[in-house]
């Protein structure tokens, strides 16, 4: 190629070129507990900025890829994963133990909302099933039969979810 031809091409190689970094993202929450993402800082939108979770420790598996997050395979794991999110007041821990199949926008949406209303209540007590004395994950680790549900008591009310087995974890079902 001539010298000429490669001088023509430089000025496309300029407009090519990546566009500058654009500001960056604060996540902050407002005085009514909602998430909000905004370019301007927290503290100019009244509001709280939200720290970056602690990075979570995983088991991995020689030949295998590390997990991001282990999944509950007991009842006893189950219960100990709700008790955590209810200390981290976090509702997308929750969220996470929750199988979302056949959710739409809306109905996940107002679970989540659910969720962290439920989570900035004190936890006052967990049980498998219908009866506290018949809980898995107080006789075996949970690792033989499971409840079918699992019942929380908060400060101001509580909530049911419905627990299914799905490929060797057991997940949550929102009830309400």
């Known amino acids: 190629m001539r010298p000429s031809a490669?001088?023509?091409l430089l000025p496309l190689c300029l407009l090519a070129r990546p566009a500058h970094a654009q500001d960056p993202i604060h996540h902050c929450v407002d005085t009514h507990g909602n998430p909000l993402f905004t370019d301007q800082p927290c503290a100019s939108q009244q509001a709280s900025p939200v720290q970056a979770p602690a990075p979570v420790a995983s088991v991995?598996?020689?030949g295998l890829p590390t997990p991001l997050q282990r999944c509950a395979s007991t009842a006893a794991e189950l219960r100990q994963?709700?008790?955590d999110a209810f200390a981290a007041r976090d509702p997308n821990e929750l969220a996470?133990?929750?199988l979302w199949h056949g959710y739409g926008h809306v109905s996940a949406v107002d679970d989540i909302r659910a969720l962290a209303r439920l989570v900035r209540q004190p936890l006052l007590e967990i049980?498998?099933?219908?009866?506290p004395?018949?809980?898995p994950a107080s006789a075996d680790g949970g690792a033989a039969a499971v409840a079918d549900e699992?019942?929380?008591r908060t400060g101001d009310d509580g909530a049911r979810f419905a627990i299914t087995r799905q490929a060797g974890c057991l997940w949550l079902r929102y009830g309400g």
């Open 133 to 135: 004395g018949d809980d």
């Open 96 to 98: 996470g133990l929750m």
């Open 6 to 8: 490669l001088l023509l």
């Open 60 to 62: 991995a598996t020689p």
């Open 127 to 131: 049980h498998f099933g219908g009866d």
């Open 150 to 152: 699992l019942q929380l």
């Open 81 to 83: 994963r709700v008790i």
